[in-house]
């Protein structure tokens, strides 16, 4: 069977453009550089998930006609990555309840952040009714038809979630990749992988990092994303290899399980 991965956003964590901001990539005309806070759509068999919701989510949500959702899953609780939650109310009501999933300190810090948000039950309408569940890390888990595996990255001195969807792996905000999950990325059809910038920064892996870790994984295609302005998408794509390429907003890829 096959399904469709979506980029909802490709973008870093100011966005591009940056507010304010008067460079190439800002001032680009290229649709290619216009990227939302990083998230993507997996669409099987007309169940829907997402992971993460930033704070553009229910722009991402219009833009790509997204009517239902069957769960979410959060790789960590950055602004960029969680903020937009509230919008998941959409796709609830008093009756139906939206499950979400992250490791166990993501879970905690939602039920913290967002206090307010009836868990599991309802009292009025617009309160977004969402069950949380923690997922362990390596452990192979079906949430609706999909097979996920939950993997650890390093997210400067954060440990975060990748997620590895059938034979695709999604590594958005990461800096290192520990040995345990390099087992799980052998004969990849797809990595999606992190990719800032040119110069170095202390949580996420340079455009040339990038590169050479998904040379060792060897994945038949790898698309980077979370992609700041320093990387212009015409320009910076001509120094890709062949079987790699820069993600851009409403980019949709068919797979094969
Ligand atoms: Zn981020
Ligand atoms: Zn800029
Ligand atoms: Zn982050």
């Known amino acids: 069977m096959s399904y469709r991965l979506t980029f909802l956003g490709s973008g870093t964590s100011h966005g591009v453009p940056s507010i304010g901001c008067?460079?190439?990539?800002?001032?680009?005309k290229d649709p290619k550089d216009k990227r939302l806070r990083s998230s993507i759509l997996l669409e099987r068999d007309d169940k829907n998930i997402i992971i993460d919701t930033g704070p553009e989510f229910r722009i991402q949500c219009l833009r790509a006609d997204i009517n239902h959702l069957e769960a979410v899953l959060y790789t960590h609780t950055h602004a960029d990555h969680l903020n937009g939650i509230d919008d998941l109310r959409s796709f609830t009501?008093?009756?139906?309840?939206?499950?979400?999933?992250?490791?166990?300190?993501t879970i905690v810090e939602i039920k913290q952040r967002f206090s307010y948000i009836q868990l599991g039950t309802v009292n009025g309408t617009t309160i977004p009714n969402l069950t949380l569940n923690v997922l362990k890390p390596y452990q192979k888990v079906d949430i609706s038809g999909f097979d996920i595996t939950p993997l650890i990255i390093d997210h400067g001195w954060l440990k975060i979630y990748g997620y590895k969807i059938f034979n695709s792996a999604y590594l958005t905000d990461c800096n290192n990749i520990p040995d345990e999950t390099y087992k799980y990325l052998?004969?990849?059809?797809?990595?999606?992988?992190?990719?800032?910038?040119?110069?170095?920064?202390?949580?996420?892996?340079?455009l040339e990092q990038a590169i050479e870790v998904a040379k060792k994984i060897g994945a038949k295609k790898t698309y980077f994303t979370h992609i700041a302005h320093g990387i212009k998408n015409d320009r910076d794509s001509k120094l890709l290899?062949?079987?790699?390429?820069?993600?851009?907003?409403t980019l949709s890829i068919e797979l094969e399980e």
Do not use: F, R
């Open 93 to 105: 009501n008093k009756n139906v309840s939206l499950p979400l999933y992250g490791d166990e300190k």
């Open 186 to 206: 052998k004969n990849l059809d797809l990595l999606i992988l992190d990719a800032l910038q040119h110069h170095p920064h202390k949580t996420h892996y340079t």
């Open 22 to 28: 008067k460079c190439e990539t800002c001032l680009s």
């Open 241 to 249: 290899p062949k079987n790699m390429e820069l993600s851009y907003d």
